[in-house]
């Protein structure tokens, strides 16, 4: 199982931010490689498990990102884009329910939760500190 997720953390983490890199130019193929790390290693998938899971997440996270591309470009209301993830999050509860036990799929959308959140206060105090190195370089 150890070897399994570390051959799993290994791919994750270099094949697909080089990937990422060449096509966007940003962070976000570092910043999902390490949610699929982190996943991985919360929910303790069995090899079977995340052979099935994998795919239906990355399902999930197209549809995930296809709304969220959408809000943005339209400015639609934000009830009406929640709405709409909350009913991909209710559709693949089910899909997700093919691939792992019903405590596994719960706790996902709570680890999926978590680290969102974890991602959030990094780049908010990232964002702090070049602010604050700003004023100092101003300052001089």
């Keep these: 199982m150890k070897k399994y997720l570390l051959i799993t953390a290994l791919f994750v983490g270099f094949l697909l931010p080089a990937q990422a890199q060449d096509e966007n130019k940003n962070d976000g193929g570092r910043i999902e490689a390490l949610k699929i790390a982190y ?3 919360k929910l303790n998938l069995s090899p079977e498990e995340a ?3 994998w795919p239906v997440y990355n399902k999930y996270t197209d549809e995930i990102r296809r709304v969220q591309i959408e809000s943005r470009q339209n400015k639609g209301s934000e009830l009406e884009r929640e709405e709409k993830l909350l009913n991909i999050r209710k559709k693949f509860n089910g899909e997700f329910g ?3 036990s019903a405590d596994k799929v719960n706790s996902f959308f709570k680890v999926e939760k978590e680290f969102n959140g974890m991602v959030q206060k990094e780049m908010m105090e990232r964002r702090q500190l070049r602010l604050e190195n700003r004023n ?3 300052q001089r």
Aim: charged letters at 40%.
């Design 98 to 100: 093919k691939a792992l």
């Design 39 to 41: 996943i991985t290693k």
């Design 136 to 138: 100092r370089i101003k």
């Design 51 to 53: 052979q099935k899971f």
